[in-house]
């Protein structure tokens, strides 16, 4: 039996799992190409720092509690013809988070909403914030049970702390008559936060959400609040999943929206309710 190996026993101590595994390849490779001892310590240091990277990316991923996993890169922005991704340019970096720039993306089923809103939300986790995914439904009935056991403070607080959090399906299900009254705080203590981004999803004009919330004084609140550092961006085209391959994909105005909203190219983006900014946008594959 081998005597144990000290350099391996203090590296493990350590909790340097990728130098104990690349220490001695890169050695052999130092040796032979004649390198620098910083050098050699460099190139330990940084195999350290990507296998934490690696992990942390997997472990903020695994707690955002995503259904599924989509990337910008996977993000198919050929198929609608509504959704440039020059127009995502404010939800791509670290200006997201510091900024606390919300987004609604209002359209049909089978858009992809979902789908980029993971993306965006995955891309934050990629800058080193963290995230969270919940539908609108879940997050209502939640908080609505929290309040009835006395627990609404600390369920409150699990929706606050997420740098980015996705509300999924705003409108899509019916809910009770304190949708809002529970809705409502999550987005004002994020809103004066300042650097907590919300991207919602939703197949109902944002403008309606009175009639799904039971609160048409509320909901203008919510939306004002979304509104004020954040937009709309309204989505056309056909379901993804209706594609057939060889089919081009057909214009479709989202419900509600006016025809003054549509360019010859797509449908413009509102920063606010009835104000139509020039930037068109588009959408791509995803559920």
Same mark, same amino acid.
């Not at 209002?106 to 965006?120: D, R, S």
């Not at 995955?122 to 995230?131: F, H, L, R």
């Not at 995914?133 to 929290?146: K, S, Y």
């Not at 609160?215 to 989505?235: M, N, Q, T, Y």
């Given at each position: 039996?081998?005597?144990?190996?000290?350099?391996?026993?203090?590296?493990?101590?350590?909790?340097?799992?990728?130098? #104990?595994?690349?220490?001695?390849?890169?050695?052999?490779?130092?040796?032979?190409?004649?390198?620098?001892?910083?050098?050699?310590?460099?190139?330990?240091?940084?195999?350290?720092?990507?296998r934490?990277?690696? #992990?942390?990316?997997?472990?903020?991923?695994?707690?955002a509690?995503?259904?599924?996993?989509?990337?910008?890169?996977?993000?198919?922005?050929?198929?609608?013809?509504?959704?440039?991704?020059?127009?995502?340019?404010?939800?791509?970096?670290?200006?997201?988070?510091?900024?606390?720039?919300?987004?609604?993306?209002?359209?049909?089923?089978?858009?992809?909403?979902?789908?980029?809103?993971i993306?965006?939300?995955?891309?934050?986790?990629?800058?080193?914030?963290?995230?969270?995914?919940?539908?609108?439904?879940?997050?209502?009935?939640?908080?609505?049970?929290?309040?009835?056991?006395?627990?609404?403070?600390?369920?409150?607080?699990?929706?606050?702390?997420?740098?980015?959090?996705?509300?999924?399906?705003?409108?899509?299900?019916?809910?009770?008559?304190?949708?809002?009254?529970?809705?409502?705080?999550?987005?004002?203590?994020?809103?004066?936060?300042?650097?907590?981004?919300?991207?919602?999803?939703?197949?109902?004009?944002?403008?309606?959400? $009175?009639a799904?919330l039971?609160?048409p004084?509320?909901?203008?609140?919510?939306?004002? #609040?979304?509104?004020?550092?954040?937009?709309?961006?309204?989505?056309?085209?056909?379901?993804?999943?209706?594609?057939?391959?060889?089919?081009?994909?057909?214009?479709?105005?989202?419900?509600?929206?006016?025809?003054?909203?549509?360019?010859?190219?797509?449908?413009?983006?509102?920063?606010?309710?009835?104000?139509?900014?020039?930037?068109?946008?588009?959408?791509?594959? $995803?559920?």
């Amino acid at each position: 039996m081998s005597a144990p190996d000290p350099l391996d026993a203090a590296l493990r101590r350590l909790h340097l799992p990728a130098v #104990r595994q690349h220490y001695p390849e890169l050695a052999t490779q130092a040796v032979a190409e004649s390198w620098s001892y910083p050098e050699y310590l460099e190139r330990l240091a940084q195999a350290e720092l990507v296998r934490r990277q690696e #992990r942390r990316l997997a472990q903020a991923t695994r707690r955002a509690g995503f259904p599924f996993l989509k990337t910008l890169e996977e993000f198919d922005f050929t198929f609608q013809a509504s959704l440039q991704r020059k127009a995502l340019g404010p939800y791509l970096g670290p200006e997201l988070v510091s900024g606390g720039r919300s987004l609604i993306l209002w359209g049909p089923p089978g858009l992809g909403k979902t789908a980029l809103a993971i993306a965006l939300a995955y891309k934050a986790i990629q800058e080193g914030a963290s995230a969270r995914f919940v539908t609108c439904t879940e997050l209502i009935g939640e908080l609505v049970q929290a309040r009835a056991k006395g627990e609404w403070e600390a369920a409150l607080a699990r929706y606050l702390e997420p740098a980015v959090l996705v509300i999924d399906e705003v409108g899509s299900l019916s809910y009770g008559p304190y949708a809002a009254n529970v809705l409502f705080p999550v987005v004002d203590k994020r809103y004066l936060r300042g650097d907590r981004p919300m991207l919602l999803t939703t197949n109902k004009d944002p403008r309606e959400w $009175g009639a799904v919330l039971h609160d048409p004084d509320l909901s203008a609140a919510i939306l004002d #609040r979304l509104l004020h550092r954040g937009e709309i961006l309204p989505l056309s085209g056909r379901s993804y999943r209706q594609h057939r391959p060889g089919q081009a994909p057909a214009a479709v105005r989202p419900p509600g929206a006016r025809a003054g909203n549509v360019t010859k190219t797509g449908v413009t983006a509102m920063t606010a309710p009835g104000n139509v900014t020039e930037e068109t946008v588009t959408i791509g594959e $995803g559920c």
